[in-house]
């Protein structure tokens, strides 16, 4: 199945001019058509869905509007894009009005279409085979918004300077996943998404989880049935990241005979060793640094989770910092890593987890989104936390995620993985 790109048509793709009644009055927005030849490229259905009340209104017909949309539709192409379909709602829920056309009654119902409703959405996925995970909805007022997230698509809401003030006093606010300027720079942090990449960390020997470890890598032992490492690549593609680079030495060949190429798991694998001398959890970033995508994920291959990975990913585009961390509050500050964190998410201070004087109760979980300009001060053995985040940190933009309602467990003792496994059946 595809995923889609949902795209409200005036005010997103061409400019608003009230109610459009003729295809002589469409103009596109600037960098509209060049946004969706972009996203073209991405191999995702491109759908307008579109209220146009005007047919109710008696200001046109469905004839006109299909001509509308057939404008829309030459200019888009003229720019190097493609539209794969159209689908408009003529009605309006209001019958009562002294200036409706007898003709136009049949138009005045409580329909399913006109959005906040997602009639549209639903149709354009029968007929185009659009998956029900991985979508996009792109608008710029409340109820693009609202039917986006009632489909499940990740919602990005442009021009929002230009309509704050239109939105009605009863009208239920509903926040955006991203605020972008317009289309064309909705598109670019699309095509940055949909070309992120996770990076897991495979390289640990599990001493502490012995015997078990005698046989398998740390990261290939089981919970509930299937290997952590397994667990974590179908989160994340469930989270809509296909593309997994999995790092490490210890008996990796065990690792690699597993997945393969990992098309069997719905994604495509590929391998780093990081060689006969251990690199760090640190080293294996800087080794990678050749083909890691503009933003990338991190996670430790020996930590189980149901984290929505997606939300990660989502405030760190917002806050446009060069890395994002997963926090969360901690009992045992005095043998965690902690993270200092301001009243704006910031996070101010590192300590390590051998450091007697710490402030704040934020402690890491070994789960990041890195911009890749943060790999400058990757070391090529070392510590993450320590050789990557503390100087990060000290001289850059770095976000925190407070992690409160989502399961991460570190399994690299006995008594965790026990636990771990207690605790994970019970989530899945």
Known sequence: MKQAVFLDRDGVINKEKGYIASSDEIELIKGAGEAIALLSKLGM?????????????????????????????ELVVSCGGKIDAFYFCPHHPERHHPDIPKDRMKYRIKCKCRKPNIGMLEQAARDLGISPEGNFMIGDHQRDIQAGKK??????????????????????????????????????LIVSVQKMATLILAGGEGRRLRPLTETMPKPMVPIVGKPVLEHL????????????????????????????????????????????EPLGSGGPLKKCEDILPEHFVVMSGDAITNFAIHELVNMHMQKKGIATIVVR???????????????????????????????????????????????????????????LLRPLIEKEKVYCYINTKYYIKDIGTKERYEKAEKDFSSLT
Request: overall charge negative; hydrophobic content about 30%.
């Open 329 to 387: 509050e901690t009992d045992h500050p005095e043998d965690s890593d902690i993270i200092e964190v301001d009243d704006t998410g910031r996070a101010v201070h590192f300590f390590s987890k051998l450091e007697k004087e710490k402030k704040g109760d934020m402690g890491n979980t070994g789960l990041f989104v890195f911009k890749k300009e943060a790999l400058a001060f990757a070391p090529e053995k070392g510590n993450l936390e320590q050789d």
């Open 151 to 188: 489909f499940g698509c990740r919602t990005i809401l442009v021009h929002a300077e230009q309509k704050k003030d239109s939105k009605k006093e009863d009208e239920k606010e509903e926040e955006p996943d991203f605020v972008c300027e317009d289309l064309l720079d909705a598109a670019h």
């Open 233 to 276: 690549i179908e989160l994340n593609r469930k989270e809509g990241i296909k593309r997994i680079i999995i790092s490490g030495s210890y008996m990796f060949d065990y690792i690699k005979e597993y997945f393969g190429d990992g098309s069997r798991f719905g994604v495509s694998i590929e391998y780093v060793d990081d060689g006969e």
């Open 45 to 73: 259905k491109i759908v307008v869905v579109t209220n146009q009340p005007q047919v109710a209104r008696g200001l046109c017909d469905e004839e006109d509007v299909k001509e509308i949309n057939k404008k829309v539709e």
